[in-house]
């Protein structure tokens, strides 16, 4: 059941990029289809022989690869978003340990009604590529799949400017774990779930803001409000702020903040401020 929950899931969410690769670059311009995919890698090495200040030697590096896919047709709208990230990094004689890991992908349904607010369909699906750990001691807590989440929600969108859209909706969020069921299971019972569904309210809100010809601000408000446990709800925050130094090379800063009680109670921030080749495939 799991699998087939999965299979599904990214057949859906993957099913309009799949129709668009059956045509042509030109075809894509000019008819329903508009595509966008951006790639960057980020490297910084460091070597030290008889440096008399200390220090130690250093690697870090990401990929990551940006995409999305839209289709326009009558009052019908398919948003399709792809995002995968996945970085290192190595200090000293230390082992090598992971600085980024993400697969996220989203796919949204809209009927243009032409009004303020135009009713939607939406689905997510989120995981990683390769285990995460904790260190000293090294302690695997997560792994492809485990966890994944995945929400489907269905409501009504506003657009109030070009800049931003929101949307609100009712949705269900599946959490699915395998080894690691800390991320679905429920401690008020004594059963230990590996599967969490929930219903809830769901709010999506993305701002994309073009600052001046090369710099460019980007941000994503998730948030999904269980209704049985209100006071458990998921927030996802990711803003990125990109500066275009020169047509390959960019200057990014990331920050995402993650508020999800099931992880940890803690709010978990990350902030990456990162110079690197970037080059737009299409």
Request: glycine share 8%; no cysteine.
């Amino acid at each position: 059941m799991r699998t087939y929950i999965i299979a599904l899931a990214a057949i859906g969410l993957t099913a309009g990029a799949a129709l668009a690769q059956d045509e042509t670059a030109a075809e894509a311009t000019a008819g329903p289809w508009t595509h966008k995919l951006v790639g960057a890698i980020t490297a910084t090495q460091v070597q030290l022989k008889d440096w008399s200040q200390g220090g130690e030697d250093a690697l870090a590096w990401t990929v990551s690869l940006d995409g999305a896919s839209n289709y326009e047709s009558g009052r019908y709208n398919v948003a399709n978003t792809y995002q995968f990230a996945f970085g290192q990094t190595k200090l000293g004689s230390g082992g090598v340990r992971k600085t980024d890991d993400r697969i996220d992908l989203s796919s949204t349904l809209t009927y243009m009604l032409g009004t303020i607010l135009n009713p939607y369909v939406s689905a997510t699906f989120k995981t990683q590529f390769a285990g995460g750990y904790t260190y000293e001691p090294k302690v695997e807590i997560s792994k492809f799949l485990d966890p994944a989440y995945i929400t489907q929600s269905a409501g009504v969108g506003y657009q109030p400017r070009p800049e931003i859209k929101t949307r609100l909706g009712l949705g269900l969020r599946e959490v699915i774990t395998s080894d690691y069921t800390r991320y679905a299971d429920d401690p008020g019972t004594t059963k230990i779930e590996d599967v969490s569904v929930d219903g809830g309210l769901e709010s999506v809100t993305d701002a994309e803001w073009q600052m001046s010809d090369n710099v460019l601000f980007t941000s994503k408000l998730e948030v999904f409000a269980p209704l049985a446990a209100v006071d458990e709800t998921v927030l996802r925050n990711n803003n990125r702020l990109t500066v275009k130094v020169s047509e390959y090379v960019n200057v990014n800063l990331n920050v995402e903040l993650v508020q999800d009680d099931k992880a940890t109670e803690d709010l978990q921030v990350k902030q990456v401020l990162a110079l690197g080749l970037s080059y737009s495939f299409i």
